[in-house]
C-alpha cells in the first residue's frame, strides 16, 4: 500500500513570495490534515478535511494560508505572501473513517523563507 | 484545549539499555498515537493505543485512561532508535513537545 505523498521536498523563497504545497493521501483514507512542524516542536494541526468539506480550520492563518481539497483526494496548501516565521516543515497526514482512526504522515515539505 | 506533556524531554542511552518515556494529558482521550521522528523528519508510527497494552518486538507500550497517562518502553536500545520520540492525542492529534533519544554505541 503507498504511503502518503508529497511534493515539493524542499522549498526556499524570499519573504513576501508565494508557496504551494501538495499531498496525496492513503487511497481509500477520507480524512486528511495538514500541519506545520517549527524546528524543536511537535507538529500543529492546520486544517482537517472530511472528503472535499473542512471539519476544523481553527489554527489556520486565513489572512495568509489557503487550502483545497476539491475531489476529495489530494490538496494544496498555499502560502501567500510568505513571512519569515513561516519557515518550517509542512506535514500531510491521513486516515480512514470510523472509530479506528490512525493518522498516517507523509515525507513533510521543509519550507525556509529567506 | 488539551495538554500533553512528555518526557524527559532528553535521554541518552548507551547501546543496549532499556528505557521509559512517559506521556501525560490532561484530560479524557479517545485516541493516543506514539510517534518516532527520524533524523530525515519522517513521523512513524509506533502504536495506536487509546487504551490497554501493545508490543511490537523491542518495543511495547501502555496506556491507562482513566489515570491520564501513557508510556513507552524500549528495550534493549540500538543506535537506530535515535531520534524524537511523540505523543498525540486526540483525533486532531495534539503533540506533546517530544523526547529526544540518543543511543551512543
Known amino acids: 500500500e503507498a504511503g502518503v505523498a508529497q511534493s515539493p521536498r524542499y522549498k526556499i523563497i524570499e519573504k513576501r513570495q508565494s508557496v504551494a504545497f501538495w499531498c496525496n493521501p492513503i487511497?481509500?483514507?477520507?480524512?486528511l490534515y495538514w500541519y506545520q512542524q517549527i524546528l524543536g516542536q511537535g507538529p500543529k494541526l492546520l486544517i482537517q478535511?472530511?472528503?472535499?468539506?473542512?471539519?476544523?480550520d481553527s489554527q489556520l492563518p486565513k489572512d495568509r494560508f489557503s487550502a483545497e481539497r476539491l475531489k476529495g483526494v489530494d490538496s494544496t496548501l498555499k502560502i501567500q505572501p510568505a513571512k519569515l516565521e513561516d519557515s518550517a516543515v509542512y506535514l500531510c497526514?491521513?486516515?480512514?473513517?470510523?472509530?479506528?482512526?490512525?493518522?498516517?504522515f507523509g515525507p513533510g515539505t521543509r519550507l525556509t523563507v529567506l | 484545549g488539551i495538554q500533553v506533556e512528555q518526557s524527559p524531554p532528553d535521554l541518552i542511552l548507551q547501546e543496549g539499555a532499556n528505557s521509559t518515556l512517559r506521556c501525560n494529558f490532561s484530560?479524557?482521550?479517545?485516541?493516543l498515537q506514539w510517534f518516532h521522528q527520524n533524523p530525515w523528519g519522517q513521523l512513524i508510527n509506533l502504536f495506536y493505543?487509546?487504551?490497554g497494552t501493545k508490543q511490537n518486538g523491542r518495543l511495547s507500550a501502555t496506556t491507562v485512561a482513566t489515570e491520564r497517562y501513557s508510556l513507552l518502553y524500549i528495550s534493549s536500545s540500538q543506535t537506530t532508535d535515535s531520534g524524537v520520540y511523540f505523543c498525540?492525542?486526540?483525533?486532531?492529534?495534539?503533540f506533546g513537545k517530544g523526547t529526544k533519544l540518543t543511543v551512543n554505541p
Open positions: 497526514a491521513s486516515s480512514s473513517l470510523g472509530a479506528y482512526n490512525e493518522q498516517f
Open positions: 487511497s481509500g483514507h477520507a480524512t
Open positions: 478535511f472530511q472528503n472535499n468539506g473542512v471539519v476544523d
Open positions: 484530560d479524557s482521550v479517545n485516541n
Open positions: 493505543i487509546p487504551s
Open positions: 498525540a492525542v486526540e483525533l486532531e492529534l495534539v
